[in-house]
């Protein structure tokens, strides 16, 4: 999630991480923001709860779709294989149909 400071007006990135840990420190502090300090600056920045519970779904709908991504990938990757197998399935028989065929007629 992205934060503008208040001080500098610079932007800083919170990753996934970085907004799990604020979550649990919310929960133990039961207050609905927390400061994060600024990396530029190093002034805190009130921060509200909402925030953070919005970018925890930001990167949790993230994290599903690079899954679903990789999955597909995996899948398309393996297709090839599969229907190369089942061309070769395919392939035998049709040649024992043939070997069955030349049997009966010779
Ligand atoms: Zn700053």
Redesign the pocket.
């Known amino acids: 999630m992205k934060i503008t400071?208040w001080?500098?007006?610079?932007e800083y990135e919170l990753d996934a991480a970085a907004v799990d840990a604020a979550l649990k420190a919310l929960d133990a502090s039961k207050l609905g923001f927390v400061d994060v300090p600024?990396p530029?600056?190093?002034?805190e920045?009130r921060t509200k709860r909402a925030e953070f519970e919005t970018a925890k779904l930001a990167f949790e709908e993230a994290a599903k779709k690079a899954a679903e991504e990789a999955a597909k990938k995996a899948a398309a990757a393996a297709e090839p294989e599969l229907k190369g197998l089942a061309a070769r399935k395919a392939k035998e028989k049709e040649r024992a149909a043939l070997d069955k065929k030349k049997g009966h007629k010779g």
């Open positions: 400071c001080n500098c007006k610079k600024c530029h600056c190093e002034k920045n």
